[in-house]
RNA sequence: GGGGUCGUAGCUCAAUUGGUCAGAGCGCCGCCCUGUCACGGCGGAGGCUGCGGGUUCGAGUCCCGUCGACCUCGCCA
């Protein structure tokens, strides 16, 4: 863009060449002396090194060192500045004596200033070292010193452990980034895809880089669209994730792939979901499940050894959908505690408790309860707010008894205790498990309700009672996933991983009469209760691809429209392959123990997939809408 | 889209049933202080209680709406 309006103004002079450093302004009695003191600007680019690198090795020693200003003690003499850069703190030491003009710029530093100091290094006196500090045997004694540059007093301090309100922190998230805890997360972040891309180049794979503009996918989640203006009226996708690509570098004989690639899902946040993340994603040919599971395995052992020092040893335990949902009511269970999930419907149905006759009247109705070791103990207040909670996430209510004890029987006692009797009460201990002392929590409904109401209370009841052991990775395969879910609703089936999944070739001929009792060859790699990655082996004959597609539900015409390409380098000698993707974000959350996925992101989202800091999304100009051929149809909102 | 928690000084929070309730700690500014490292001492500044309505003699407090943050259900093949 041009400034200029008329055309015919003499050439501007040339701008002055700033300085290279931010001039110290001095006092003016200082000032006059600043040539002797300060006869030409420190040389930062010479910097001997980090802040927290300074050790007794350097005693005696002249240091430059560079880093912002942490935090500043004046005694009115001697001043102590904490001088703070990627690595941590070094202590400087500014004596009016020895060092006038530097004390004098010492006075006038603040929180966050940027500076420039040269020095000498010496052992603490006797008694004076600090052990928190990695350089606390020693302390720079500044001869030296430049401001580099000046800042405010941020809108919060910078230091290990603060509560500031988090969409303060994004909107200063470089200022964030500067905290200890913060820089560490995504030093182990590098560390980790360091790690990750040397063990795959160990085992003979290559990373290839695939489009982030490519096809819009019709299933699965919401896809980001970016419009072509070249091609007016269509759109490209930014990529859930890189499938299709992997699956086609398999065909073109790469025989192992990897990428550390972004991914970009336009749906509702979570606290461990952004809308672009990154995946750890990886195709091989010629595979069964297991040589995918053993290479996933050998990754992590490594991973977990060098970044944590924990070993883990590999295989991992198994694990089938069906046990999954059957006893922890969820595709990825938390292994490290019990609480698991008992089907009780053949003794309910002969309580006299409507709620649990009304759900066995439903089809796929069934009734089943965790039990609590000594959760009879809890409180009405705990009870209480589990049960609103359970309201919460859609439950009816939440019936109860605490087990107990009374003269030598057992009986239930609170909640709907009334409903059973001796015989019932007998039964439904021995279908619990349950013990004096014992609390046990139903859930009534159809099948897919009672999982996620138990499977919601096994986490909540685990957490609120602290029986989650500290310090334990449990690794988990789950496998054997359904190929298809049936939706009553549209009446047709989806796929339960993607399309592209394999069925295992015992359950080929299922897909001709009853493709919802295939299974696939698909397994997810659990960590805690955290689905770390899923993966399978897919398809590479094309008439089985058709076939699941015409499962899909998409016509002949849709799959060319969609998929053609697919398809048409299935006819070309495609081998057999698979592969598996994990979460970077998540994996580095959990080796960081970060409490939330933004904690891992150098410049994370909030909930509504906005950027407090550079405000993200934000209005674009007509111009720009016109050369895409975009007219905006935003509904205004309704008046009240 | 549903449920929950929250919004008061730069930051974190307090303010009894609606009634001297505009408060504290930290931070910030000034002065003093030569061994601090959560330095210390004295003094000071700083507020549209998210925003808009309503009820009331009176609203930070109650009601309605709205905006935003976080958690969560749906959603995320």
Not at 8 to 22: A, T
Not at 102 to 128: D, K, M, N, Q, Y
Not at 573 to 584: F, N, R, T
Request: proline content about 8%; charged content about 25%; some cysteine.
């Amino acid at each position: 863009m041009s400034c200029c309006a008329s055309g015919d103004k003499p050439p501007r002079p040339p701008k002055p060449v700033p300085p290279l450093y931010f001039p110290t302004r001095l006092p003016a009695e200082v000032q006059s002396r600043t040539p002797e003191n300060f006869p030409v600007p420190l040389p930062y680019n010479q910097r001997t090194t980090y802040c927290a690198e300074v050790g007794a090795d350097y005693v005696g020693k002249s240091v430059l060192l560079c880093g912002w200003v942490h935090n500043r003690r004046d005694h009115g003499g001697m001043v102590f500045i904490d001088l703070r850069d990627r690595t941590g703190l070094v202590q400087l030491k500014f004596n009016p004596e020895t060092d006038p003009g530097a004390h004098t710029i010492a006075g006038r530093l603040r929180s966050e200033f940027c500076i420039c100091v040269r020095g000498h290094v010496a052992a603490r006196p006797e008694g004076l070292a600090n052990p928190n500090l990695k350089s606390g045997m020693i302390e720079v004694n500044v001869h030296e010193i430049d401001i580099l540059s000046e800042s405010p007093t941020p809108r919060f301090p910078i230091e290990e452990n603060i509560d500031a309100n988090e969409e303060l922190r994004l909107e200063y998230r470089y200022l964030d980034l500067r905290r200890t805890p913060m820089q560490k997360a995504l030093i182990t972040r590098h560390r980790i895809a360091k790690e990750i891309r040397d063990y795959f180049d160990d085992h003979g794979f290559y990373e290839i880089e695939t489009p982030f503009l490519t096809k819009s996918t019709p299933e699965g989640a919401r896809d980001f669209l970016v419009p072509s203006r070249v091609i007016p009226g269509t759109f490209f996708a930014l990529p859930q994730s890189p499938q299709l690509f992997k699956q086609l570098l398999m065909m073109s004989g790469f025989d192992r792939y990897i990428q550390i690639v972004r991914c970009f899902r336009d749906e509702d946040l979570r606290a461990d979901r952004q809308p672009e993340f990154t995946q750890l994603d990886l195709e091989m040919s010629f595979v069964q499940a297991i040589d995918v599971q053993n290479i996933i395995e050998g990754l992590i052992a490594r991973l977990m050894k060098k970044i944590l020092g924990v070993e883990v040893k590999p295989p991992f335990p198994r694990m089938s959908y069906d046990q999954a949902m059957a006893e922890y009511g969820i595709d990825r269970p938390d292994t490290r505690y019990d609480l698991r999930i008992r089907d009780v419907s053949a003794v309910a149905k002969r309580c006299e408790f409507n709620v649990f006759l009304d759900a066995l009247a439903k089809p796929d109705g069934c009734v089943r309860c965790i039990r609590v070791p000594g959760g009879a103990e809890m409180t009405r207040k705990e009870i209480d707010t589990l049960t609103e909670d359970m309201k919460g996430i859609g439950a009816g209510g939440l019936p109860l008894v605490k087990v107990a004890q009374e003269n030598g029987a057992v009986v239930f006692q609170t909640g709907i205790a009334k409903f059973f009797n001796p015989q019932t009460t007998a039964e439904m201990c021995a279908a619990s498990g349950a013990q004096p002392g014992d609390l046990l929590l139903f859930a009534a409904d159809r099948v897919a309700n009672v999982c996620k109401y138990l499977s919601w209370l096994r986490e909540t009841v685990a957490k609120r009672r602290n029986l989650i052991p500290a310090n334990q990775w449990n690794f988990l395969w789950v496998q054997d996933f359904p190929m298809f879910e049936y939706n009553e609703e549209d009446g047709r089936h989806y796929a339960v991983h993607h399309p592209f999944t394999a069925p295992r070739d015992e359950d080929l001929h299922l897909l001709d009469t009853t493709p919802a009792k295939a299974k696939a060859k698909a397994y997810d790699i659990v960590l805690n209760g955290i689905e770390l990655g899923g993966g399978s082996i897919r398809i590479h004959r094309t008439e089985v691809q058709q076939q699941v597609f015409k499962i899909l539900h998409l016509t002949p015409e849709e799959q060319t429209a969609k998929f053609g390409f697919l398809l048409e380098a299935l006819r070309y000698g495609p081998p057999p392959h698979g592969g598996i993707a994990l979460g970077l974000d998540r994996m580095v959350m959990l080796f960081t123990g970060a409490a939330s996925i933004r904690d891992v992101f150098s410049f994370p989202k909030t909930a509504r997939a906005y950027c407090p800091m550079t405000q993200a999304p934000s209005p674009v100009a007509q111009a720009q809408l016109d050369e895409l051929y975009l007219r905006l149809n935003v509904p205004a909102k309704p008046a009240k």
